[in-house]
């Protein structure tokens, strides 16, 4: 598929739903569960979307459209959430998330980008020239693979509960 | 995590409800995609697990429990539901998908299995003697595959859109 700013809203417009429909309603052992030292749990990763909502996405859109000459992004802090979600539940996580992805979608729909304003560049600082389509193709990948991070955190605290299937279900073993 | 079978309810009785958040209104074009020959769309997954419902889940628990002398599982057809979704939209395999999943979820909750219950033996036809616990924990990490699965082969779609950010998208890579 090529990006497409409409199909890219189909699954960007979801996600908060998806999560609430995933995590509602879960035990702690669910939500704090992760995959071993230094990995995220379920909670850990919902932050880490907030985050990006806030930083990552809609400010280096930004960039890109703004006339500045240096397009450089800010460097992503991948370890926000520690600090960010403290004394917060899943809940309001998850309702911080919702609120704050229907504004940064509604704020991208009343852009109306147009197909050259997709092709201009900004620069990633660890790897060069991109261009606004690939940053807002990553965003909709970004949201899927933390899904099934997610799915697969959940699923590992089973593995040794399966018996012989560990073998068949290869989420597992990954 | 210890299987439990409270907490695993929590997950299965939300799968409906997050693959029908993941996927509704979706564009043919997020749905019937694949990973290349031979491997499944979002369309094929959704089947599999209703055809999962039908004849893997409750007809492997209903041989555990009785009393036959021969505890031997039928072999799971896993290409059953090419032929059963046959004329039949995604919407349609959703609520298939939901209405089958509350019906085990219902039978399973009226048996009210005890711990010996949950120890008792079946025979897998690959792999040989798993116990009722194993086949129910794997029920939990099947669901969750699979929608690791689904996000993972939506996310694909784009990987040729994000540029550089493929190294960083691990999903991509898998």
């Known amino acids: 598929m090529n990006y497409n700013i409409d199909k890219a809203f189909e699954i960007l417009e979801q996600t908060p739903q998806t999560l609430l429909s995933l995590l509602s309603n879960l035990s702690d052992e669910w939500i704090f569960c ?13 932050g880490h979307l907030i985050h990006c909502e806030n930083t990552d ?15 450089t992004f800010e460097p992503f802090d991948r370890f926000a959430q520690f600090e960010n979600s403290k004394g917060k539940s899943l809940a309001n996580l998850l309702e911080e998330f919702r609120q704050i992805r229907s504004e940064n979608l509604e704020y991208l729909k009343l852009l109306d980008l147009s197909e050259k304003e997709l092709n201009l560049k900004g620069v990633h600082p660890t790897f060069g020239t991109v261009s606004l389509k690939e940053l807002l193709a990553t965003w909709v990948t970004h949201d899927l693979g933390h899904i099934a991070q997610i799915s697969r955190v959940m699923a590992k605290q089973y593995k040794n509960e399966v018996g012989p299937w560990t073998a068949f279900i290869s989420i597992l073993n990954t």
């Open 57 to 71: 996405w809609i400010p280096r859109l930004n960039i890109i459209l703004s006339n500045h000459e240096d397009k």
């Open 34 to 46: 992760n995959e071993g030292k230094d990995t995220w749990s379920t909670f850990d990763i919902v």
